[in-house]
């Protein structure tokens, strides 16, 4: 992994609401620990994003939100602005993601721009990309990958990589229980650190963190993790449960 610290991400889609999401952050914060060589970040609904912020301000967790718009304000009804992130208390916002490509039919231009919003306002952004069951048994994972990447990081500079963190997902792997095998996330991991090589400099490649996702579980997190391109996990259901989120902080 080199010098690239490692992030652990907790993504709670659409669940918890003020009361158990404070609880959740809460227990998390307790058994998160205080590691030097990993951080640890959750996406929170807007809804209860200032409250787990409020309730995390003593620890070093990262909040994020679980997508962003461009603009700073206006008339985008249903939409969530870099700005009132920051105001809310994130630091951070998950951008991409399978299941807003997939229901919602956000394409990669429009996830660029979202991408291209969240850095003008200082947000690390993870923007995830991945492959559907398709895609990936009829021989197109890299294609789709190296086009996700392409249009999702589009006009970005080589200085702007500093605030991004990829996220692979494959999107048969994400709340199915079907983990990538570790060798298959590797090979996916690789092809994507040599990809941003090519999109950007060789730097860039070396020092992006590249997370795994789907079906991350206390059983599997510590064989994804001793991968030489798997820099973190972005984590769905097992973020739910601080025990299994708080053993995936702690894997060896
Ligand atoms: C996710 O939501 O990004 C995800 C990977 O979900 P799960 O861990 O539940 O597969």
């Known amino acids: ?71 700073e304000k206006g008339a985008f009804t249903g939409e969530i602005s870099p700005v009132m992130v920051r105001a809310a208390g994130g630091s951070a916002a998950i951008v991409g993601h399978s299941e807003r490509r997939q229901i919602f039919g956000e394409t990669d231009e429009l996830i660029n721009r979202r991408v291209q919003g969240a850095l003008a306002f200082g947000l690390l952004t993870i923007l995830c990309i991945g492959e559907t069951l398709d895609e990936r048994e009829s021989g197109k994972t890299f294609e789709v990958l190296a086009a996700q990447l392409k249009k999702g990081l589009a006009s970005l500079a080589v200085a ?66 001793a991968q030489n391109d798997i820099d973190g996990a972005l984590v769905g259901g097992a973020a739910l449960d601080a025990e299994s989120f708080g053993r995936i902080i702690h894997y060896q």
């Open 1 to 71: 992994m080199g010098t690239r610290k490692a992030l652990i991400a907790g993504n709670w889609k659409m669940y918890t609401t003020v009361v158990d999401g404070c609880r959740l952050a809460l227990d998390v914060a307790k058994t998160a620990g205080n590691f030097t060589d990993r951080e640890v970040l959750i996406a929170p609904p807007f809804t209860i994003l200032s409250e787990v912020a409020h309730v995390l301000a003593g620890s070093d967790i990262i909040v994020a939100s679980q997508n962003v718009c461009w603009a």
């Open 160 to 225: 702007d990589m500093a605030k991004v963190v990829i996220a692979y997902e494959p999107v048969w792997a994400i709340g199915t229980g079907k983990t990538a095998s570790k060798e298959q996330a590797q090979e996916a991991h690789a092809f994507i650190r040599e990809t941003l090589g090519k999109i950007f400099e060789k730097t860039v490649a070396e020092q992006t963190r590249i997370l795994y996702g789907g079906s991350v579980k206390p059983t599997n997190i510590d064989e994804l993790m």
